[in-house]
């Protein structure tokens, strides 16, 4: 034994609350924290704009070919299918704007696939 005790090898609480404290009053990181949440919301909100108006371009894409496809000799299920895609879109274009943008952008990829897979029926 080298006859050390524990309390000179392990600090005691004493020492332990005075470290604490000293390390409570360094603020150094709270502006860190504030800049952090400022840039996610940020990008919250620069990815509910894209999906909003992601949702809006494919809603109105989507209504304008089913209605040239309308008016056309093509088989009734060509427009229907650009139609429902585009009413995907338009769901996908609310839930965005709602701040469900992993929902709309899983929204926007099925709308789109409707509208494609009416393409192949053109």
């Known amino acids: 034994m080298s006859g050390r005790t ?5 600090p005691g609480i004493a020492e332990v ?3 604490a404290e000293v390390d409570d009053m360094d603020d150094s990181g709270d502006m860190d924290d504030v800049d ?13 704009w894209v999906a909003t108006g992601t949702g809006v371009l494919l ?5 304008a070919a089913a209605l040239l496809r309308l008016t056309g ?4 299920v060509v427009p229907a299918a650009y139609a429902v895609g585009a009413g995907v879109c338009a ?20 709308g789109t696939m409707i509208m494609a897979l009416g393409d192949q029926f053109d």
């Open 91 to 110: 769901l996908a274009a609310v839930l965005g704007a709602r701040g469900r943008t992993r929902r709309a952008l899983w929204l926007l990829v099925a």
């Open 6 to 10: 524990d309390s000179d090898v392990r």
């Open 59 to 63: 809603t109105l894409a989507g209504l």
């Open 17 to 19: 609350a005075e470290t």
């Open 36 to 48: 952090d949440v400022a840039d996610h919301a940020e990008d919250a909100r620069r990815a509910r």
């Open 73 to 76: 000799s093509k088989p009734v």
